[in-house]
């Protein structure tokens, strides 16, 4: 039987992700907790740190009878060597496809976070640890965020956007905005909220400044889901004419592919558009002054948005992180509830 894996939703039928988002929603709804998956194990390996997602996947285990093992690598467990053929005469003991078999011999599915190092974009491009876990655990692996996808939090997104908008979505716009950032950021999220939005058939835009293009085959991933959906993409330099009218503003930085691997370049490239945070003057530009806002959190508070939007009638963020929650049940009992 072929392992399945979640490591990011645009290698998903769109019928399989829709079902999904309809099994989350009942879930929440229902709000009850059961055995489904008593017995069952699931190894979180945190390259990185977490909250939302570390307490949210522990939490949907427990409501399910199941229990989660943390591990940190370098911090309570070993380091790991990341690099296929790497000479291991530095500072990691262990190799990460050693620990990917071993632990497919102990747990039932494994979900990986590993952040990209920010040196060198066609490494980090390639996802290689979560899909060398993926390759060689032998069970399902869940990407808890990489250089490329954050598949969970579109998962979140998307439910949010339809408690939100229900079908109206079809007919609404959605606003991925950049945001300035003291430093550069993955771009996994920005490019798993717009394919989120995208499956739900919205006018997706894109407003970033120039020289913060997103890697080009994620762009092509965004627009070929939009028309597939009956959706579809604009990508534009102007913030200000990104937002008005929209339905849904979706602030998040990201850093320069241009300058990866380079922060004082990249800090120099950022500096002219400290500007591009969301205020109010921008969420009462939206349809009726009435879009809401969202963002995966942490997020630095009149830095990417001010208190007055995150703390106001527009916020939509804490739905969508109590979603992220939801979606990871209805994906967990999918993985190891039985519905093979």
């Known amino acids: 039987m072929t392992v399945r894996h979640c490591l990011a939703t645009d290698e998903w039928d769109d019928r399989r992700v829709l079902q999904l988002l309809d ?40 409501r399910h009878g199941g229990r989660a093992i943390v591990l940190e690598p370098g911090r309570g467990a070993w380091a790991l060597e990341t690099r296929r053929g790497a000479v291991m005469d530095g500072g990691a003991p262990e190799h990460v496809v050693d620990a990917a078999r071993v632990l497919g011999r102990y747990v039932h599915a494994l979900g990986v976070r590993a952040f990209p190092k920010l040196d060198d974009w066609e490494a980090a491009r390639r ?45 609404s716009r959605f606003t991925l905005a950049w945001a300035w950032h003291p430093k550069p950021l993955p771009c996994a999220v920005p490019v798993s909220a717009a394919i989120a939005a995208a499956r739900l058939g919205m006018e ?19 627009a070929e889901v939009a028309r597939r959906c009956g959706g579809r993409l604009e990508i534009t330099h102007d913030i200000d004419e990104a937002i008005a009218g929209a339905d849904v503003v979706y602030a998040k930085s990201w850093g320069s ?65 109590e979603n992220r929650l939801h979606v990871q049940r209805a994906l967990l009992l999918e993985l190891l509830g039985g519905d093979r």
Not at 204 to 222: N, Q, Y
Request: hydrophobic share 45%; aromatic share 6%.
């Open 204 to 222: 997706v835009t894109i407003a970033h400044p120039e020289g913060f293009e997103l890697d080009g085959e994620d762009v092509r991933s965004v």
């Open 127 to 171: 996802d290689e640890v979560v899909r060398t876990f993926a390759a060689e655990s032998g069970v399902p692996v869940i990407n808890l965020e990489s250089a490329r996808r954050h598949p969970c939090q579109g998962l979140a997104d998307a439910l949010t956007i339809r408690e939100r908008l229900g079908e109206a979505a079809r007919e």
């Open 23 to 62: 099994r989350a929603a009942r879930l929440k709804a229902a709000n009850r907790d059961d055995e489904a998956l008593r017995g069952k194990l699931l190894g979180l390996v945190f390259f990185d740190p977490s909250l939302r997602t570390r307490v949210s996947f522990e939490a949907a285990m427990a």
């Open 257 to 321: 592919l241009r300058a990866f691997g380079d922060a004082d370049a990249a800090r120099k490239l950022a500096a002219p558009y400290r500007s591009w945070r969301i205020d109010e003057r921008r969420m009462r530009a939206t349809r009726g002054g009435r879009g809401f806002f969202m963002h995966c959190l942490p997020v630095r508070r009149n830095v990417v948005v001010t208190d007055g939007v995150l703390d106001g009638p527009w916020s939509a963020v804490v739905d969508q992180a």
